[in-house]
């Protein structure tokens, strides 16, 4: 289904994307007074070209941003690195880890029991993975600039509770706004919470499920919104992700274009009010200005 609109990206990516901003969301796009915050993703993917986000979209790269900006110590820890999946050293990793493709969404091979892994099936998935290639028509131009390489991390799980949670900070211009909260092994439910912790019932995020639960407020929010503020601050808008394990926050990863910006966000007046935070910048000639709404 989406083959042809591969083509049309390459001849114009402004009505490829007109013509999914509208199938995906119901809604008109409008690119030259953009408005709502779907809107100014999709202007984001046309027209931003910050560098620093196909190095922070790659899951090992953006390691050093996370270092050269004072939170290094929120990075989980690295058991190894590298091209080739054939290069694991299995027999040298702990009994628990996780393997990721640092170039995509999903890429992720969560082992609990090594013993219970089949190694042959999991390299030539992890192949697989980096021959992958993201959806050109959906415009996210970042991805995969960087060359994919697989990494494998520590497992993390908390000890006093079974459910991990991750605490994802909607930023704009260096400031957090709100918080979305899912269940990491559940990415169709979710919560939105403010940046005090209260629960905003009726904003979806378009997930159509919530978690069904309230939850309490994190220990180190503080922490966790000083680091949101530091490493989103060289970007118009980003989403910094972060976990809350055993007393400590872990960074998770950051995200520039939050389902590539086809997400119903509901009320759409969320969506409204999500966009007059991001401010863009519009080139003409050798000036600029800013759309304020």
């Avoid at 941003?65 to 290094?72: A, L, R």
């Avoid at 640092?102 to 998935?125: D, M, P, V, W, Y």
Wanted: proline letters at 4%.
């Amino acid at each position: 289904m989406l083959a042809p609109m591969n083509l049309l990206y390459k001849i114009s990516p402004k009505l490829n994307l007109k013509i999914l901003y509208k199938l995906k969301t119901g809604y008109t796009l409008s690119l030259e007074n953009p408005v709502k915050f779907t809107e100014k993703l999709q202007w984001i993917k046309l027209y931003e070209r910050n560098t620093l986000m196909t190095r922070c979209s790659d899951k090992f790269l953006v390691r050093d941003y996370i270092k050269s900006h004072g939170c290094g110590a929120l990075l989980n820890e690295l058991y190894w690195e590298g091209f080739d999946p054939e290069e694991i050293p299995f027999d040298e990793l702990p009994d628990a880890f996780v393997i990721k493709a640092t170039h995509g969404s999903g890429f992720n091979i969560i082992c609990e029991n090594k013993r219970l892994l089949n190694r042959e099936k999991t390299i030539a998935l992890l192949k697989k993975w980096l021959n992958a290639k993201f959806l050109l028509c959906y415009g996210e131009w970042y991805y995969g600039v960087e060359k994919p390489r697989v990494i494998v991390e520590k497992y993390l799980k908390d000890e006093d509770r079974d459910t991990l949670f991750e605490y994802m900070f909607f930023c704009f211009h260096g400031e957090p706004r709100f918080i979305h909260v899912k269940r990491a092994a559940d990415k169709d439910a979710a919560n939105v919470y403010d940046l005090d912790f209260n629960l905003m019932p009726d904003v979806k995020m378009g997930e159509e499920d919530d978690l069904g639960v309230e939850l309490p407020k994190p220990e180190n929010l503080d922490e966790m919104l000083e680091c949101a503020r530091k490493l989103s601050k060289e970007f118009l808008h980003v989403r910094v992700d972060l976990y809350e394990v055993n007393g400590k926050v872990v960074f998770g990863e950051l995200s520039f274009t939050k389902g590539a910006g086809f997400n119903r966000i509901a009320p759409a007046s969320f969506d409204i009010l999500m966009g007059s935070w991001l401010e863009l910048p519009i080139k003409v000639g050798e000036k600029c200005w800013i759309i304020k709404n």
